[in-house]
C-alpha cells in the first residue's frame, strides 16, 4: 500500500503513533496535522500528543542526524512537519498549562549574519518540547541581555560562523558575570570555527557541535539542575 492511502483514522492508537513518527521522518506535514487531530479527537491530551508522537518522532530524526544518516535538508522538511504538528497544539498547551521541558534564548552574536546553523538548533529544540526564542542574527550584548530580562529563559544559546566574531561570546559571558545572572543560565556555543577547548575558555557551559547535539546537551543540563533542586 502506497504512503497516500494510509487511512490513519483506523489505525489504533499505537499503530497511529508509530506511523506520525515515520511521517515526522519522512517530513510529511499534512499527515503530520491530520495525525494530530486524530489523537486529540481520541481524548488524548495535547501533552501526551506532544510527548509522544512528537518529541519521540524528532528524537529518532536528530539521532539519525547526528549519526549521519539524515542531512540537513530531509532534517528541516522533519522540523517542518514538526512545526504544523506545534501550531495545532500550541493554544491547547498554554490553555492546559502543561508542562514544559524549558526555554531558550538563542541568536547569532553581533558582526555575524550566518544564522543556518542557528536555525536548525531553534526548529530541533522547539521539536524536543523546548520554547525558543529566536533573536536571529548580529545580537549585541545589549540585545542578548534584554531578551534575557523579558523571557527568563534557563538556556542561552550563541552561535557563530566567523573566527573574528567567536571572541564576541566572551564579552556576552563576562557582562552576564558583572550583572549577577551566570549562574541562573546553562549558556551553550556552537558554529563551525569553534570547539570545546574555546567553550570552556569563554566561560560557555558547553559547546554543541550540530542541532541534535545541542538538543541532548540542553536536556541533560536541564535535567541536573533539576536533580539538585529537589536534593536541596
Request: net charge negative.
Amino acid at each position: 500500500m502506497a504512503e497516500d492511502d494510509i487511512d490513519l483514522s483506523a489505525l489504533d492508537d499505537d499503530g497511529l503513533v508509530a506511523q506520525m513518527h515515520d511521517d515526522l521522518y519522512d517530513g510529511l506535514k499534512e499527515e503530520i496535522e491530520e495525525g494530530v487531530r486524530i489523537l486529540l479527537a481520541r481524548g488524548w491530551t495535547p501533552y501526551r500528543v506532544l510527548t509522544e508522537a512528537l518529541v519521540e518522532g524528532m528524537r529518532i530524526v536528530g539521532e539519525d542526524f547526528r549519526d549521519g544518516i539524515l542531512f540537513v535538508p530531509e532534517v528541516l522538511l522533519s522540523a517542518n512537519a514538526m512545526k504544523a504538528g506545534m501550531a495545532i497544539l500550541k493554544p491547547l498547551l498554554a490553555e492546559t498549562g502543561a508542562p514544559r521541558m524549558g526555554k531558550m534564548v538563542i541568536g547569532t552574536v553581533k558582526g555575524d549574519i550566518h544564522d543556518i546553523g542557528k536555525n536548525l538548533v531553534c526548529m530541533m529544540m522547539e521539536g524536543a518540547g523546548f520554547e525558543v526564542v529566536d533573536l536571529g542574527i548580529n545580537n549585541s550584548v545589549e540585545r542578548y541581555l534584554e531578551a534575557i530580562a523579558e523571557h527568563s529563559p534557563d538556556i542561552l544559546g550563541m552561535s557563530a560562523l566567523l573566527t573574528t566574531t567567536m571572541p564576541y561570546m566572551k564579552l556576552v559571558i563576562d557582562t552576564l558575570k558583572e550583572r549577577g545572572i551566570r549562574d541562573d543560565l546553562v549558556v551553550l556555543v556552537g558554529g563551525a570555527p569553534l570547539n570545546e577547548e574555546f567553550a570552556r575558555a569563554v566561560g560557555a557551559d558547553a559547546y554543541c557541535r550540530d542541532a541534535a547535539v545541542a538538543v541532548e546537551t540542553a536536556r541533560e543540563f536541564l535535567r541536573r539542575r533539576d536533580n539538585r533542586r529537589a536534593s536541596a
